[in-house]
């Protein structure tokens, strides 16, 4: 034989469709349904690592705004440090004077502050 002759199969058996519809039915039919599944749960855990991805974003943008109102409560309370507040000048406990020793525990204070 030439080597540059390509080599032809002794007996060239072509496959019946007989042969072939027998091998495809002896599949089983349960791999649908583990397929569907697998693709369900690698779905599930897509959806899970973008939902925490989503949430520590908006964990990391809420950082600094809360940084910043620490800075605004920190200069507040040196404020508030340096005035002096009456004490309580009253030891009774009727009514009256525990309203008139909550007004001046109050002094000094705003709507922004209370």
């Known amino acids: 034989m030439d080597p540059l002759t390509p080599q032809q ?4 058996v072509a496959p019946t469709p007989s042969s072939t519809t ?3 039915n002896n599949l089983p ?3 649908n349904t583990g397929l569907i599944v ?6 599930l855990i897509l959806v899970i690592g973008a939902l925490y991805l989503f949430a520590s974003k908006i964990d ?3 950082v600094p705004a809360d940084s910043t109102m620490a800075n605004e409560t920190t200069e507040t ?3 508030t440090e340096t005035t002096t507040i009456k004490s309580v000048t009253s030891t009774n406990d009727d009514i009256t004077s525990l ?3 909550l007004e001046a525990s109050t002094q000094g204070l705003d709507d922004q502050n209370f």
């Not at 199969?9 to 060239?12: A, I, N, Q, Y």
């Not at 697998?38 to 779905?43: E, F, K, S």
């Open 22 to 24: 027998v091998q495809t």
């Open 60 to 62: 990391e943008q809420q």
């Open 77 to 79: 309370t040196t404020i």
């Open 99 to 101: 309203e008139a020793d």
């Open 38 to 43: 697998a693709i369900l749960i690698i779905v």
């Open 9 to 12: 199969p002794l007996s060239p």
């Open 29 to 31: 039919q349960h791999k």
